[in-house]
Every structure is written in structure tokens, then in C-alpha cells.
């Protein structure tokens, strides 16, 4: 099985990706993880992908498929986190997928307010060492107690361009993937949401 996950910034896509992940036995793919991972290799290709998040803005298409479709050769069940990101990436993937005879199963779409988004963001922080996120009234992380930091992606001036870009090339999203996404309010707890995510996707496990 194959499903991507998406939303806008903030939406709790992440979290709720690594989540449902474990509960169906699916490997998580993120988008955010393979970009870092890169960064902290300071490839040349690193240098790219830094350069372009501080700006607030999306990895080119051709860099973000490359990257996913060679993890996509390898693993049979997967769950996608912030990726296609536009319908350009979209139509990629289903072609790339059909070439084996395999498909995106469900789209699943996490909905909360712009304005729940941007307070996430604005008080989000994350791991210096494991990545793990957290809240702004945490002094350290809870997982490995290392220092936690701002992700320069969620500095107020950036969030309003990932809006932007969002607004733009994402949430078209919702049209393309029309007769195979689920819609979940992405409002509550993490475990409200989880539960909810978990009962739209039932029908189609």
C-alpha cells in the first residue's frame, strides 16, 4: 500500500504520518527528513536544498522526485510525508508508479485553520540532535535532552511565504487527488487527530 500524507504548514502532517505509519506496518517516507539529511551531509546538493528552505520556498520538482523514487524501488508499503507537494510532483509519481505496476492508494488531507497553523508554527520547536519537535515552553528535548532550536522555515516572515506557495501549488492537491482522498480535521490532540486519521482510512486498508 501506498499513501501520502499532506496539508498545509503546520498542519501536524508529520506527526501524524510517523503515527499512522506504525499503526499499519507502513515505512515513512518524509520529504522534511531526506531534505535534512542531505543539509547535515553538506552535500552540494545540501547547499541547494538549504539555500531554497531558508528562503521559504519549495525543493525543485526534478531533486524532490529523484529523491523519493530511489527509496521507492526498494519498499513495498509506504507512507509519504510531504510529498507531491504540487500536482506536478503528482503526475510524476503515478507514472512512476505505474512503470511497476503499483499505485497511490490514498491521499489522506489533514484541514485546520490557516490561523491554527501559523501559531503552531510560530511556537514550534525542534532537536538539535534526534529532530524530534517540540513546544516553545520546552528547555530541551524530551527524548534525548539535547538543546532545542527554531527551524529557520518557521521564522514569522518565512511562514507567510510557505503559505503563499501552499495556497499556490499545493492545495490543488485536493481536485487531483479527487476519488481517492479522505478529508480529517486536523484540530485536537495528537491523539484525537490519530484516532480520526486511522478511522477515515479503515475502508480503504
Request: aromatic fraction near 6%; proline fraction near 3%; charged fraction near 25%.
Amino acid at each position: 500500500m501506498i499513501v501520502t500524507f499532506f496539508g498545509s504548514p503546520g498542519s501536524g502532517k508529520g506527526t501524524q504520518a510517523e503515527l499512522a505509519s506504525r499503526a499499519l506496518g507502513l515505512t515513512h517516507v518524509s520529504t522534511g527528513n531526506l531534505f535534512r539529511r542531505e543539509i547535515e551531509r553538506n552535500s552540494a546538493l545540501g547547499c541547494k536544498i538549504r539555500d531554497v528552505l531558508e528562503a521559504g520556498k519549495l525543493v525543485a520538482d526534478e531533486i524532490v522526485n529523484e529523491l523519493v523514487f530511489q527509496l521507492l524501488h526498494e519498499l513495498p508499503g509506504v507512507l509519504l510525508d510531504g510529498y507531491p507537494r504540487n500536482v506536478f510532483q503528482a503526475g510524476s509519481l503515478d507514472g512512476f508508479l505505474l512503470q511497476g505496476s503499483r499505485k497511490l492508494d490514498l491521499a489522506v488531507f489533514l484541514d485546520i485553520p490557516e490561523t491554527e497553523a501559523v501559531c503552531r508554527l510560530s511556537g514550534r520547536r525542534q532537536c538539535t540532535s534526534c529532530g524530534v519537535q517540540a513546544a516553545s515552553s520546552d528547555e530541551s528535548c524530551n527524548s534525548c535532552g539535547a538543546a532545542l532550536i527554531r527551524r529557520t522555515d518557521d521564522d514569522p516572515g518565512v511562514i507567510h511565504r510557505r503559505f503563499e506557495e501552499y495556497r499556490l501549488k499545493t492545495s490543488p492537491l485536493e481536485a487531483f487527488y479527487a476519488g481517492r482522498l479522505v478529508r480529517v480535521d486536523g484540530v485536537g490532540t495528537v491523539a484525537q487527530v490519530h484516532s480520526r486519521v486511522l478511522k477515515a482510512m479503515e475502508p480503504w486498508l
